[in-house]
């Protein structure tokens, strides 16, 4: 029978061995350096963007400064209707002006009666259908050279704002230049926020 202590011996010596070629595989590298423990990969995340700058916030319910010589009137119609804003009101006065005049040089009543005071209105309704009659070409506008407010008042509740126009009309022809003032007016204290053509002068 073998020796108890010689086998034991043996197994000692096949467990050293299998121990050495585990670390030879798993301890070194292929060119037999020490393994080295691969890098992290770098974070692909892409970076958090800064927070944007806030914008100022618009107060919409700062007082607006009124200048030039319209400013009294301006400031007593905007402290009878502080909605009111010379920049919106101009806006909407061009657009008038360019739909106003369209309409009228296609004569379309239609259009104009809900932007005419009654008796701009009559009168435009004359000088459209004698136009209609004698065959006379109408102007139609070309373009806006200047629009600006000339004059303002309060009257009780009734606002007016007077807008001094430049404009080039032709009818395929002739070009002529009119410069006119025109007077919109509003009721304040209504709910209707609708500007009405009341006027219509030559302006030196």
Not at 169 to 175: A, C, K, Q, S, V
Not at 177 to 187: H, K, P, S, Y
């Amino acid at each position: 029978m073998s020796n108890p202590l010689i086998e034991v011996l043996i197994l000692a010596a096949v467990a050293l061995f299998v121990l050495w070629r585990l670390y030879s595989a798993l301890g070194r590298g292929g060119d037999d350096g020490p393994m080295q423990r691969p890098a992290p990969a770098p974070d692909k995340r892409a970076p958090q963007s800064e927070a944007p700058t806030p914008m100022p916030r618009r107060v919409d319910n700062e007082r607006p400064v009124f200048t030039g010589p319209a400013a009294g009137g301006l400031e007593d119609i905007y402290n009878a209707d502080q909605t009111f804003r010379t920049e919106e009101f101009m806006r909407g006065a061009k657009a008038a002006y360019q739909m106003i005049v369209a309409a009228y040089a296609r004569g379309d009543r239609t259009a104009l009666r809900p932007l005419l005071d009654d008796d701009v209105y009559e009168a435009w309704d004359a000088a459209i259908a004698e136009r209609d009659t004698t065959g006379a070409r109408p102007f139609e506008l070309l373009r806006i050279k200047k629009a600006e407010i000339d004059r303002a008042e309060l009257d009780g509740s009734m606002a007016r704002v007077m807008v001094r126009y430049e404009a080039e009309l032709g009818d395929g022809e002739t070009t002529r230049l009119a410069r006119e003032i025109w007077t919109f007016m509003r009721d304040v204290s209504s709910s209707d926020p609708n500007w009405l053509l009341d006027d219509v002068d030559a302006a030196g």
